[in-house]
């Protein structure tokens, strides 16, 4: 039995040691203990804690070396450097403009979780479920069902991650598409500022990049990748290196690696290339509100490698990019997230009357102002600009939205005030009666006095015609690219041919297509940056031990231990993302969910348990990679050892 137990014991250091970075709660119901080993009540772990966030800017002597270079600097491309440097890499990040951020500094909505903090304090119901079908009714029934599992099961890791560097993501929208809030941002700071989602995000983790020693992630900013480097020799023809321009000398250069993630990000401005070849006739003439680094370069080289491209005709249109005033036939907008109409704003056309459900599917929202409005008449030589829609905002849905934001928008002159709904309708020329009738009926729908004719259940606020009013015009503006390179579930990018794995090869973020299928989800781009380049940098950097559970039974099943399980939601999202597999495959890709164990030992076994323990502790002293503080405590009155990460 000693002997069992000593195998028990280092087969679970074993799973420490290879699932670090894990923090758990204290949680523990001591009546149900008996011969068991409970999973309680817990938060899923972020991989990094934030009380160890300092610590990990310490020079690690134990640096594997292993060599990754990740193209791209947007959200996925810096969480995949951060994640590879912490396992020992040493990480260079390629990217061709000036600074890091890309797209993902552009993000304005939010990024959704199933489980959040401020969810929970909140009492907002979800399920796994729910997220999921709204993701794949957004999709079009077009999503790899096994990366939107994924997302979603490791959504709360990703908040967690997130929230490890110092970011407080607590207010919450329902977007459009949604069931249930579950779109998560920043608060106003103490002096009412804001900073918009996606800047936030990512500045914070590029100042953490920056501090760390540049023997850790090494940034060439100014170097465009060219193309990949392939082992010809090899018959497996794995990529072992880039070969970028190096923009500021037009010198070509090559770097080598063990492992290539590539985080490039979409086409959305690569208007003559993939949008001219891909998209539709209406979508080749829109405006978009992406950078002028959207244009899919890793994708043209990704086919000379003979990588799979899915999807590369859905090509998501915004229905509310913002229209300046002033320069109104800009090809670049910018975006009027998500978030606007979440917090209670209303679309109506030229004659001030209401025409679609504003929290209805993106693709829904903008065709509908397609059929219901007009292009935009310039006073200029009768220049006809962009077909537009008008979003109205009260004093309460700028509240709701965030005061400080809407002032920026304000002081662009996006938004104009007036009055009341007398005075707008009378200068933007609307029909009177009918804009009011909209405020009015908009009012009674949210007091369940009257059925939304647009179906809408959703009210965030009431409007009154007499109150003062916001009006913006907006346009739909080319937005996202779902289309992108294959991957598995893994992260690894697929070869057309035979659809398996290229050696060496990683993607993530918008460069990938599969997971939104058709159409995006609001909310879930940012989401997909974090989880799947998480994912990328696990397997990039060779972490991934594999666990049998059936080994583990088994184990259990000789030392007379009885698992009995509490599955609390986040352990059951863990098992339909296949992160726990009831077909015992290898746990792949991140860290098990391992809530505090709890093993009941009987009285002759405690002596054998102390020698274990002992050795746990001294492994997990050697292990600078370990920053967790682990507990372990023996109860001599009903001896149990309890192993604690926090």
């Keep these: 039995m000693a002997s069992s137990l000593q195998f028990f014991l280092s087969a679970l250091i074993a799973i420490f040691l290879a699932l670090i970075f894990v923090r758990l709660f204290d949680n523990f119901d001591n009546n149900q203990m008996e011969n068991q080993i409970e999973f309680n009540s817990i938060n899923e772990p972020s991989l990094i804690p934030a009380l160890s966030r300092q610590q990990q800017k310490l020079e690690n002597k134990n640096l594997n070396r292993h060599k990754v270079i990740v193209v791209g600097g947007g959200l996925a491309g810096m969480v995949a450097a951060v994640t590879a440097s912490e396992q020992g890499a040493f990480v260079t990040i390629i990217d061709k403009e000036r600074s890091l951020g890309g797209n993902s500094a552009k993000a304005s909505s939010g990024i959704n979780s199933l489980e959040s903090s401020i969810k929970t304090e909140l009492g907002i119901s979800d399920s796994f479920q729910s997220f999921y079908q709204d993701t794949i009714n957004s999709g079009h029934g077009l999503c790899n069902t096994e990366l939107v599992e994924q997302l979603i099961g490791l959504s709360g890791s990703a908040i967690d991650f997130l929230e490890s560097f110092g970011l407080k993501l607590t207010t919450l929208s329902q977007c459009g598409g949604h069931t249930y809030p579950r779109t998560h941002r920043g608060k106003p700071g103490k002096d009412g500022s804001i900073k918009n989602v996606g800047w936030e995000i990512t ?25 990949l480097i392939i082992d010809q020799l090899n018959s497996s023809l794995p990529v072992i290196g880039i070969r970028y321009l190096n923009l500021e000398t037009q010198q070509i250069e090559e770097l080598h690696a063990d492992s290539i993630i590539l985080a490039t990000g979409g086409y959305s401005r690569d208007s003559n290339g993939f949008i001219k070849e891909f998209g539709n006739e209406y979508v080749q003439n829109l405006p978009t509100t992406n950078g002028p680094w959207a244009t899919g370069d890793a994708l043209r080289i990704l086919t000379e490698v003979g990588a799979e491209l899915i999807l590369m005709d859905k090509i998501q249109v915004h229905p509310t990019g913002l229209v300046d005033p002033k320069d109104p036939l800009n090809p670049t907008k910018f975006l009027g997230p998500e978030a606007l109409r979440a917090s209670g704003g209303i ?16 693709d829904s929202v903008t065709n509908a102002i397609f059929n219901n409005c007009i292009p935009m008449k310039l006073n200029e030589e009768n220049k006809i600009g962009n077909v537009i829609s008008y979003l109205v905002m009260n004093s309460a849905s700028v509240q709701l939205f965030q005061a400080p934001v809407f002032e920026f928008y304000k002081k662009r002159g996006f938004f104009v005030e007036y009055t009341n709904a007398r005075d707008l309708a009378e200068k933007l020329g609307f029909e009177i009666s009918t804009f009011q009738n909209v405020l009015i009926n908009y009012t009674l729908a949210k007091e369940n006095k009257i059925k939304d004719e647009f179906s809408k259940t959703v009210f965030p606020v009431a409007f009154s015609i007499e109150e003062p009013l916001f009006i913006g015009m907006v346009t739909p503006s080319i937005h996202y690219t779902m289309g992108g390179v294959a991957i598995d579930k893994n992260a690894k990018v697929l070869r057309k041919s035979n659809l398996q794995p290229i050696p060496n090869l990683y993607a ?43 080994q583990l039974q088994n184990i259990l099943k000789q030392n007379n231990i009885i698992i009995k399980s509490k599955p609390i939601e986040r352990i059951e999202n863990a098992i339909k993302s296949n992160l726990i597999d009831e077909k015992f495959q290898s746990l792949f890709p991140l860290p098990i969910i391992i809530p505090d164990l709890i093993v009941n030992l009987k009285e002759n076994q405690v002596n054998e348990a102390m020698k274990i323990i002992e050795q746990f502790n001294s492994i997990i002293f050697e292990q600078n990679k370990i920053i967790s503080k682990v507990d372990i405590n023996i109860d001599l009155t009903n001896p149990i050892i309890v192993l604690q990460i926090q």
């Design 508 to 550: 993530a973020g918008e460069v990938t297509g599969g997971v939104h299928g058709g159409n995006r989800l609001a909310g879930n781009s940012l989401l997909e940056c974090v989880v799947y380049a998480r994912i990328a940098a696990y397997q990039a950097t060779n972490l991934n031990q594999p666990l049998h559970l059936k």
């Design 347 to 362: 679309l109506v056309n030229q004659i001030g009357k209401r025409f679609v459900n504003e929290l209805g599917l993106r």
């Design 203 to 227: 500045s914070t983790i590029d100042n953490f990049i920056r501090s760390l020693s540049s023997n850790r992630i090494e940034i060439r900013n100014k170097a465009k990748l060219e193309s």
